[in-house]
């Protein structure tokens, strides 16, 4: 029933390109989320490396034709490695006004514009906010301007499906993945076989939809308009051998705690309350009850966190997951697991902005959070992911730290490293090292504060352990017998020991690599979390000129690595690009007396190489 | 199964910890009386878990020779939840005060409740907040004098009982603090139900709020202010045992009347069904000077609990996939080799 997808016939030589921007725009309701995500399993399957950035409103389905209502996907992929999302759109795909109108600013000179004209009637053109139509007047003579009435070649090609008019145009992603699979000469086969497989039960949706793809495409090859459709080739990527997959930072981060529980012998219950856009790791991991996984939908964030360290009393491990306000209000919670010394593991993909904020909008503005954000002194572990892929492996070593210290782990991602998906070699899962958990059994000199000498990490005796029987809470305890005590020395010890625990961490962790360049220099230039990949490039940029920059990226918050004082006091200029306004150039000023300088970004949006460079530019005075 | 090797006594289930509750509190006649009851209910101190939140009450846990959990205000149901999705076969206690429970923690006692999680959850409910020295509750009477109202409160007070009622709640019960006989009863029948098991205990604050239950719990009014309701038994109550309880002609709410007058039999006093979810709702309203106070278990109708619903699940999955490979798990979905 479904047609088969023919190999492209090139007629005309495909114009080569080392890297390409393509960004996916529409309605809310226009599915450019899953074009973009059948668009980037072509461009991994076609062997490019490749970065994304899907970007959407906070509202489900907001009024059609509004610029609020607009969602994007945008696709970085080529022939070389790929770090960010890209700068500037190369080709953008506007299904309405309000798209372009959104997007277009982002669109590089000379670009490629492909518009829906269907849906270009003067009321959809005033709803975006633009005084006349752009296609009539001089809007977009800088940019190569290909109109096709997507709408009604949508409504032909399935016709014969005999859906109605409305499902009808919900084809029209298909039609323009078609299209742009034509342009860049990938295979639709694996996007029929995925429409096959979604609608298997409603036939009727996968025949049209594959109709509208495969006219897409055809539309493409036989050009029925003026001026080509431009073509390209993109060459596969020299990446390192082995078995690929896409992986989102919500896979890789919840794929990672299920592989580190089980390193840790332990089984997860994961405690959580929806919010955006900690969601997907609560959903994934609700579908991985036969690897031992426990999954508790909360009435509230602060139950989450609750029915978590519960967890950890009893002997799985607990964990919790949110996003900014929500941590906000685990916090009291979170003192009690410090207290109380229980490993818990709490993810906090960040989101933008004070209270409510820009739910579905990246930033980085819960440093201070998460390092200083309890009441009294609560010293924690704090671990941040760079990349979607990175979050497996940061995962795994946040369980290992929470079980090791007996010590609440957060781990910052972002919305960006949520949403965003990257090609990823996939691990095998037998080479992590396990790091077995050891419950106390032994009755003999036992008590609940009792400590490893190394570690500083208490004993870990679970309810239903004979003999140790015992009561722990959020009073002080006594250093020698864990009971509850208000002595003024022995809280002085027991701040004191706490605080020593944290900080005896960092012999525990590798010592801080710098990613490019030397170990000093002009400027480092140091970063943490999702601004890796643009000041990665940034930094190539300007050492291919031959300046002494060097980038440093952290993946350990708190205790910072021990040897991260003396590199960064071996350079003249440290530059610390963050989307907040300041925190972790605050961190280093304070703890070691560095003239940190902060180049901030608080727009909802992902840096810009541009933006990076340029900041490292202007003090190289170059 | 765990063998008990030797009959436990109450003493078994007491720590060595200095008891820190104000001398007369209430609280001491019910840790004696759950000590006591800890051994009858065939309870091992290594699989049982007392979690508590914050206030008097909350200090429970320290008292108990067992594993116990005091951990922040309001928040216990919630860590008890977590407890019992971990290990199940943990015997689970909660225990907390009308602040914890009913202010500061409703939401999680609603949620915990409605979710029919296997735990006991006890309510100390003295109409005040102690730890804070004096301020009014949740469930203080219109009128309550405190530092935070000196002029009296102007509040409408909650009903544990009709809460937990309204919340789903499949066992509901009632005792006071002092009744060394019907309390163990309470706390046996808590223990057996599985399910969540919502038990309120009045229980005297000698500082703050002396006497407050005293126009039901004074050994002087006690039996005529008092209904010990049992199921399938008529609701008989008073000093002569001639009180009793029966719907009022042709309106829908409960009158107290006497045998033997105006006509009244035996017959015509309504015997208590404590699977009748409208009945409970009755008695725990019952809060007038013209009706009792009604204690015993108003209400217990068993449904399946969440873990084990939560536990059957998963091991549904299981068997769907008994071989969860970590390995295959990452290559799910497209793959491709480089």
């Known amino acids: 029933m479904a047609s088969t997808a023919a190999v492209a016939e090139i007629r005309t030589p495909r114009e080569a390109r080392e890297s390409v921007v393509v960004r996916f725009a529409g309605d809310s309701g226009d599915g450019m989320q899953l074009t973009g995500g059948q668009f980037t399993q072509a461009a991994a399957l076609a062997g490019n490396d490749l970065a994304t950035f899907p970007d959407f409103p906070a509202e489900i389905r907001a009024p059609t034709g509004t610029t609020f209502g607009v969602s994007s996907f945008q696709i970085n992929f080529g022939g070389r490695r790929i770090k960010t999302s890209g700068d500037a759109i190369d080709v953008l795909v506007a299904m309405n006004p309000a798209a372009l109108k959104v997007e277009l600013g982002n669109v590089r000179d000379g670009g490629v514009i492909i518009v829906d004209v269907g849906s270009f009637s003067d009321r959809n053109v005033k709803r975006a906010g633009f005084a006349s139509n752009p296609l009539e007047d001089k809007t977009l003579n800088a940019y190569r301007v290909i109109e096709i009435d997507v709408s009604a070649l949508t409504m032909e090609a399935v016709k014969e499906s005999g859906l109605g008019k409305k499902d009808a145009l919900r084809c029209k992603n298909l039609w323009t993945l078609g299209l742009v699979y034509w342009m860049y000469a990938r295979d639709r086969q694996p996007t029929v076989d995925w429409l096959n497989k979604k609608f298997a039960k409603q036939s009727g949706l996968a025949t049209a939809n594959i109709a509208a793809l495969n006219a897409g495409h055809a539309f493409g090859e036989t050009a029925e308009m003026e001026g080509d459709v431009p073509t390209y080739s993109v060459a596969a990527a020299k990446i390192e051998p082995g078995e690929y997959r896409t992986v989102s930072g919500g896979e890789a981060l919840a794929w990672g705690l299920v592989v580190g529980a089980h390193k840790a012998g332990l089984k997860i219950m994961f405690g959580s309350y929806p919010i955006t856009p900690a969601s997907p790791i609560l959903h994934i991991l609700a579908r991985l009850k036969q690897y031992g996984v426990v999954t508790f939908q909360a009435e509230d964030e602060i139950a989450a966190v609750c029915s978590a360290i519960g967890a950890s009393f009893a002997g799985h491990l607990g964990i919790t997951s949110s996003s900014g306000p929500g941590i906000a209000l685990k916090g009291e ?100 090292a396990p790091f077995g958990v050891k419950f106390r059994t032994e009755v003999e000199g036992f008590h609940p504060f009792h400590r490893d000498e190394k570690t500083l990490a208490r004993n870990w005796a679970i309810p239903g352990t004979p003999g140790l029987e015992h009561r722990i809470g959020g009073i002080e305890k006594d250093y020698d017998s864990g009971h509850i005590s208000y002595d003024a020395t022995n809280h002085q010890r027991m701040t004191d020991t706490r605080k020593a625990k944290i900080d005896g961490i960092a012999n525990d962790i590798p010592e801080q690599a710098v990613e490019q360049g030397e170990t000093s220099g002009d400027i480092a230039v140091v970063g943490w979390g999702s601004t890796y990949g643009p000041i990665d490039r940034a930094v190539s940029n300007v050492r291919a000129e031959g300046h002494a920059v060097s980038h440093i990226h952290l993946r350990h918050i708190w205790p910072l690595p021990r040897n991260l004082g003396s590199l960064l006091a071996s350079f003249k200029t440290v530059l610390v690009p963050e989307m907040n306004t300041g925190q972790l150039v605050t961190v280093l000023r304070a703890e070691y007396l560095v003239p940190a300088e902060k180049v901030s970004k608080v727009s909802g949006q992902p840096f810009k190489i541009a933006e990076i460079e340029s900041a490292i530019r202007a003090r190289l005075g170059a | 199964m765990n063998v008990v090797p030797q009959q436990l006594t109450a003493k078994d289930f007491a720590t060595d910890q200095e008891v820190r509750w104000c001398p007369g509190c209430g609280d001491y006649a019910i840790l004696k009386a759950l000590q006591r009851t800890m051994p009858e209910i065939g309870a091992t101190p ?159 604050c000698i500082v703050y709020n002396d006497g407050v239950f005293d126009s039901f719990k004074a050994p002087s009014v006690a039996s005529e202010r008092q209904v010990r309701v049992e199921h399938g038994k008529p609701m008989i109550f008073g000093a002569e045992k001639n009180r009793g309880l029966r719907m009022r002609a042709g309106v829908f709410e409960i009158e107290a009347v006497t045998v033997g007058e105006d006509g009244v039999t035996v017959d015509d006093i309504l015997v208590h069904d404590e699977t009748n979810r409208v009945m409970a709702n009755l008695l725990a309203s019952m809060d007038s000077d013209q009706l009792p106070v009604a204690l015993g278990v108003l209400y217990c109708n068993p449904a399946p609990t969440y873990e084990a619903s939560v536990l059957d699940q998963a091991a549904d999955v299981r068997a769907k996939s008994p071989n969860a490979d970590l390995n295959k798990l990452l290559r799910s979905g497209y793959t491709w080799t480089v």
Not at chain 1, 382 to 408: I, Q, W
Request: net charge negative.
């Open chain 1, 333 to 432: 919670a979170i003192g009690l697991a410090i207290s109380t010394e229980l490993p818990l593991i709490v993810v906090n993909s960040q989101r933008a902005g004070p209270s409510t904020g820009l739910p579905t909008k990246t930033e980085q503005s819960d440093l201070y959070q998460a390092v200083y954000g309890r009441n009294a002194d609560a010293p924690l572990v704090v671990l941040a992911s760079r990349s979607p892929s990175d979050c497996f492996e940061t995962a795994v070593e946040v369980v290992r730290l929470a079980t090791k210290y007996m010590t609440p782990v957060m781990l910052l991602t972002d919305g960006y490293i949520a949403n965003a998906a990257e090609p990823w070699l996939i691990p095998d899962v037998d080479d992590v």
């Open chain 2, 46 to 204: 290594e699989k049982t878990v007392f979690v508590s939140g914050i206030g008097c009450a909350a200090r429970f846990p320290y008292y108990m020779e067992t594993y116990g959990f005091h951990t922040i205000h309001g928040r216990a149901p919630a860590f008890a939840t977590g407890i019992k999705l971990s290990n199940p076969e943990l015997d689970v206690w909660v225990v907390g005060g009308d602040g914890d429970m009913l202010s500061i923690g409703g939401n999680h006692l609603m949620h915990t409740l409605r979710r029919n999680v296997d735990l006991q959850i006890l309510i100390f409910n003295n109409e005040i907040y102690g730890l804070t020295k004096g301020q009014y509750s949740p469930t203080s009477r219109v009128g309550t004098r405190s530092p935070s109202t000196p002029q009296g409160s102007v509040e409408a007070p909650v009903s544990a009982a009709l809460f937990a009622l309204g919340s789903g709640a499949r066992f509901v019960a009632r005792s006071v603090d002092t009744d060394l006989k019907h309390l163990p009863i309470m706390f046996k029948r808590a223990h057996e139900h599985r399910g969540a098991s919502l038990l309120e205990i009045f229980q005297n």
